[in-house]
């Protein structure tokens, strides 16, 4: 069984702090992605990694940094938490491949994150 | 404009009974993947169902199928015999590619339903 484990469920920090979100997989996956989920807006992808050390800015990435030192660890940093980052995080990894191919993005179990 | 559409915020459905989840998509992109998802109140999300943008038949899974009608832009989620466990957040999301019909895979979601089903 595929597994993305996110290092924390529930996690407090304080405004200004710089904030590590950890995530990790097991099945070797090229691609990784760091998501926000906040309610009635669904998903929204932050940043996403095709490949060790490369990354791309999703749909939402002001505020937030990336880094992907091995393939399987994909890290998201928020280099000075506001409040307005209060959410719940997900990470995905899946298999690179066409875009009509049945690669199923994994996640993990979220981190909900209060800034306060 | 919004890339897939849940005009669904809630929906409820009798145990034993079957529901459909409605999910319009806009893209121009002739190659692309739509994807359902269940999200417990746990908050992991389980993926249920996959249609590619070239399959001739409407994908199945158990007590899942996908209503895929391509002309209209529409991937509804048909859930047979529901069950009080199917009470969640579903999310419909889509897989464009990039040129040379690769893709890095990222997901576009649409807002979710929540679905919860009565005894």
């Known amino acids: 069984d595929v597994k993305v484990t996110q290092s924390s469920r529930y996690l407090v920090k304080r405004t200004g702090e710089k904030v590590f979100l950890e995530c990790v997989q097991d099945m070797d996956h090229e691609n990784m992605f760091w998501y926000r989920q906040d309610p009635g807006l669904g998903l929204r992808l932050i940043y996403f990694?095709?490949?060790?050390?490369?990354?791309e800015k999703g749909d939402i990435p002001e505020g937030y940094s990336v880094s992907r030192e091995k393939k399987e660890r994909f890290s998201l940093i928020l280099e000075s938490a506001s409040t307005n980052q209060t959410s719940m995080y997900l990470c995905?990894?899946?298999?690179?491949?066409?875009?009509?191919?049945?690669?199923?993005?994994?996640f993990g179990a979220g981190t909900r994150l209060s800034v306060l | 404009a919004q890339k897939i559409t849940q005009t669904q915020p809630g929906m409820f459905v009798q145990e034993k009974e079957a529901v459909t989840l409605d999910c319009t998509y806009d893209t121009s992109d002739p190659s692309y993947g739509l994807f359902w998802y269940k999200q417990p109140s746990s908050g992991e999300m389980i993926f249920l169902i996959y249609q590619g943008s070239y399959d001739q038949q409407n994908a199945t899974e158990g007590r899942y199928s996908l209503n895929f009608q391509k002309a209209r832009k529409s991937a509804n989620l048909v859930i047979s015999a529901s069950q009080l466990g199917d009470s969640a957040m579903y999310f419909c999301a889509m897989r464009e590619g990039n040129a040379g019909g690769t893709s890095y895979g990222k997901l576009t979601f649409g807002q979710g339903t929540i679905l919860t089903v009565h005894p």
């Open positions: 990694s095709y490949d060790v050390k490369m990354k």
């Open positions: 995905a990894s899946t298999r690179a491949g066409g875009s009509t191919t049945k690669n199923i993005q994994y």
